[in-house]
């Protein structure tokens, strides 16, 4: 993302070799569900909605800051695009969306397992890091529960130096 981008917060509460434990806490969401399967088919879609909203597509019509990372849920029943709101927002201090598809909604703190990745983001690369953390927590005996996640951190003009993460929610601690 451009300097200066708000990223959203995590603690790093293990690393392993090849992915990481982090802790999540509660984070406000701007989310756009839809019927799509792929990264491909939401990506377009997804963004021109939620970039409508942040980009003052609002009753107020207030501009609110891009922050990274997108998150994207992509599976067969009902995929998200989701953007994560800057800090000082939260569902009852952001302004109302005029897009009925945008709905504001709140994540509770929770661990997940990440694997971070390079390049641009594409169906195939998002479902072989999927599979790679899959085993990885297989071979670690971690049990993680519900849909794996991507993570975008970049525009999509920059060409170097990209950041790319597949996430799922883990039980850890007690």
């Not at 989310?31 to 409508?52: C, E, K, M, N």
């Not at 297989?138 to 519900?146: P, W």
């Amino acid at each position: 993302m451009a300097a200066g981008t708000e990223h959203q917060k995590y603690n790093v509460v293990k690393k392993y070799d090849h992915f990481e434990i982090r802790f999540y806490p509660p984070a406000t969401l701007a989310t756009y569900y839809s019927p799509a399967r792929s990264y491909r088919d939401i990506a377009g879609s997804g963004f021109r909605v939620l970039a409508g909203y942040i980009f003052g597509g609002n009753e107020s019509d207030t501009k609110i800051s891009m922050t990274a990372p997108v998150h994207m849920d992509l599976n067969n029943d009902r995929s998200s695009m989701s953007f994560v709101m800057p800090s000082g927002y939260n569902p009852s201090n952001l302004p109302k969306p005029n897009d009925k598809r945008v709905v504001i909604e709140e994540t509770e703190g929770e661990y997940y397992a990440v694997v971070s990745f390079p390049g641009y983001a594409s169906d195939k690369a998002i479902q072989k890091h999927t599979e790679r953390l899959r085993k990885l927590l297989k071979d670690n005996n971690i049990e993680y529960y519900g849909n794996f996640r991507y993570l975008g951190y970049n525009p999509p003009y920059q060409f170097i130096n990209r950041r790319n993460e597949v996430m799922v929610a883990v039980k850890w601690g007690s």
